[in-house]
């Protein structure tokens, strides 16, 4: 189980999604797919993968995962 502070579970499910499946940057192979399901209710999402997938998935939601900064800052 992750959570997510600053991201919609649904939208950031998807795009995971994307990177994980067949021919993806993150394709844990034939043997060992990864699945991904959102929890909109905890705002949370349900990974299973093999450990290489699913430390690579936490690092990259380290950094998606942010406030995005007020317009005023830009």
Do not use: C, Q, W, Y
């Amino acid at each position: 189980v992750v959570p997510l502070a600053h991201r919609e579970a649904e939208v950031t499910a998807a795009a995971l999604r994307e990177l994980t499946s067949s021919g993806g940057m993150l394709h844990g192979g034939d043997d060992a797919p990864t699945t991904i399901v959102a929890d909109e209710e905890g705002n949370t999402l349900l990974v299973e993968a093999t450990p290489r997938v699913f430390e690579e998935l936490k690092r990259l939601l380290e950094r998606l995962d942010r406030e995005e900064p007020d317009d005023d800052t830009r």
